[in-house]
Nanobody, 117 residues
């Protein structure tokens, strides 16, 4: 069974950037969907990036549109979330998820992102 592990979180100043990684223990070639969620002070679980692999279509909420980018690298079995122009309200615990054939959803453990001076 594929497992996911996020990394790349940390403390960054407002306006800064971070790139989160979601490394899978096995191949992600056949996933149908990849996504990143976050838990913040105001949202129990908020979808911040969504990728439909069959069409390579991405979606973002208005709160992060233009600042966040979700990509995947099949050779590295990794899904990325690039975050730019970070704001204090982006502070939260970030999780990745992929949908494997079945369909079956797999979640990572999460990584903390803190945006502060």
């Amino acid at each position: 069974q594929v497992q996911l592990m996020e990394s790349g979180g940390g403390l960054v100043q407002p306006g800064g950037s971070l790139k989160l990684s979601c490394a899978a223990s096995g191949s992600i070639v056949n996933i149908s969907v990849a996504g990143w969620f976050r838990r913040t002070a105001t949202h129990r679980r908020e979808l911040v990036a969504h990728l439909v692999t069959s069409t390579n279509t991405t979606n973002y909420p208005d709160s992060v549109k233009g600042r966040f980018l979700i990509t995947r690298d099949n050779d590295k079995n990794t899904v990325f979330l690039e975050m730019n122009n970070l704001k204090p309200e982006d502070t939260g615990f970030y999780f990745c998820t992929v949908t494997m054939p079945g369909p079956r959803g797999v979640w990572g453990q999460g990584t903390q992102v803190t945006v502060s001076h």
